[in-house]
């Protein structure tokens, strides 16, 4: 596809200047005029609208088609979510009017959607009480880790290690190493493919701040074993962290607070309703039992007992600030009319839909792909391209091979743990029809890796570029257009 700049054609032009009738007396100095003409194209208004039309064709996105990515779903968000969030009332208001005076009282609303919000997610994990404060959910990562941090410092215990299993999401490592600890990794049961507790008990010792828990984890299998492991934890004073990310699979069906979870993260942009990609917007709120309430950042939303709302900042053994103002407002006011719009039951329908539509397409292709682990899923399934490796196509071919099928590819080579692994999640959202065309998709291509696999090496073939070297795409951009 052409840049706009060689469409140009000299002497068209997009616009006409009506003939200026007021006198005009300005003298620009020579040395700050052009000597040559700038390389600006020359087209038509038509030229132009349909070169930008055809480029936001090139777009692939959720209103445009099945998003299988698994563990950091993009998945559809309802209109009526982004009508809220446009409301004028709500979008035009400043975040430092709360703090001005007498601005609180003009704020009344917003204040009150974050204080309900705040209780629809304790009701909703069952902890005492959230932060809405977190940008991302890494971010509401690090915030869990600083609070687990600020607690066992207020006890006076000198702890140093967190323990996250080698299935859990990759950002947790992170989170739990630049909040001070070091990480240890606790080993996958390869019969169960979920936390190996022998393995967890043979490691956890009074060192042991925390253990993170991703359940249902990265193979999107559930844990079944997590009051155990709580039970484990707390008889060495460590707290248990559960990374929400994956909540869709199981709202209204388990609560982590009833699993004796101590710090709980949410990613309100994956599970409800805001489509999360390309960094943002995201918001990752953190829920936490009684004991771990008095460190949460500042400032909080407090009801007075007049049923008016204000901003709190007096919590002595708060860890502080961790974002601007108030979190991302409006990613919290599209889950706020989200979690209203469904209530409990629809709440409880979303993760039996998203688990059943996994299973579907785990089932439906379990005789053309390697499935590392047959067993019910959650929300999301893993395979293997193995069998396909046997004709030398991997994980990555069958992801092109989905491009020129008209698919987003799905998560390839993670978890790590599953060799060529390919990570689907159909989310609740999709229909059969298009979940069906997406498994006769896969299976076409399983047929050609094995009938004529060069092919498939190939692809994608159907757009502008082909193959490119994804790693200087990424860190060596080079948008620019020079013209001779």
Do not use: W
Request: aromatic share 8%; hydrophobic share 40%.
């Amino acid at each position: 596809m052409s840049v706009i700049f060689e469409k140009s054609i000299k002497g068209r032009k997009g616009i006409t200047l009506p003939k200026n009738d007021v006198p005009v007396d300005v003298s620009i100095p020579q040395k700050y005029k052009r000597e040559d003409e700038p390389p600006l194209c020359e087209l038509s208004e038509l030229d132009v609208v349909r070169h930008f039309t055809a480029l936001s064709t090139k777009n692939y996105g959720v209103d445009t088609g099945l998003y299988p990515l698994g563990s950091c779903t993009m998945k559809y968000n309802p209109k009526f979510c982004e009508k809220i969030a446009a409301m004028e009332g709500f979008s035009n208001l400043h975040p430092l009017l709360p703090q001005l005076k007498r601005g609180g009282m003009l704020t009344q609303g917003a204040l009150a959607v974050l204080h309900e919000l705040e209780a629809q997610l304790c009701e909703i994990t069952a902890m005492d009480a959230f932060t809405l404060h977190p940008l991302a959910g890494a971010h509401g990562e690090l915030t869990g880790m600083m609070l687990i941090a600020a607690y066992h410092k207020n006890k006076g215990n000198s702890k140093n290690e967190v323990l996250i299993p080698d299935e859990a999401h990759g950002t947790n490592p992170s989170s739990a190493a630049i909040a001070g600890y070091k990480v240890r990794s606790i080993p996958t049961d390869p019969e169960t493919g979920t936390l190996d507790i022998k393995a967890l008990q043979s490691i956890i010792s009074h060192n042991t701040a925390a253990i993170m828990l991703t359940n249902p984890n990265t193979l999107g299998l559930f844990n079944s074993d997590v009051k155990k492991i709580a039970q484990i934890a707390h008889s060495f004073d460590a707290l248990l962290y559960y990374d929400g990310a994956n909540l869709n699979a199981i709202m209204g069906k388990f609560r982590p607070g009833d699993a004796d979870f101590d710090v709980v993260h949410l990613n309100l942009h994956k599970t409800f309703a805001t489509p999360h990609g390309g960094g943002g917007p995201g918001s990752g709120p953190v829920g936490v039992k009684k004991h771990l309430e008095p460190f949460l950042p500042i400032s909080r939303i407090a009801k007075r007992s007049d049923g008016s709302y204000a901003l709190d900042y007096d919590h002595p053994k708060s860890i502080g600030y961790i974002a601007p103002f108030y979190g991302n407002f409006e990613v919290c006011l599209k889950a706020y009319a989200y979690i209203l719009l469904l209530g409990k039951n629809g709440l409880s329908q979303v993760s039996e839909t998203a688990v059943l539509n996994a299973n579907y397409i785990m089932h439906s292709l379990k005789d053309h792909y390697h499935i590392p682990f047959l067993k019910t899923c959650m929300h999301e399934c893993v395979l293997s391209a193995k069998k396909q490796m046997e004709h030398g196509v991997r994980a990555v071919d069958i992801a092109k091979g989905l491009i020129d099928r008209g698919f987003h590819p799905p998560t390839v080579y993670f978890p790590l743990i599953v060799k060529e692994a390919l990570m689907i999640e159909p989310t609740e959202t999709e229909s059969k029809e298009m979940i069906d065309s997406f498994i006769e998709a896969m299976i076409s291509i399983s047929k050609e890796a094995q009938e004529n696999p060069e092919t498939l090496k190939e692809a994608p073939v159907s757009t502008p570029v082909g193959r490119l070297d994804e790693t200087k795409a990424a860190k060596e951009m080079d948008i620019a257009y020079l013209s001779d």
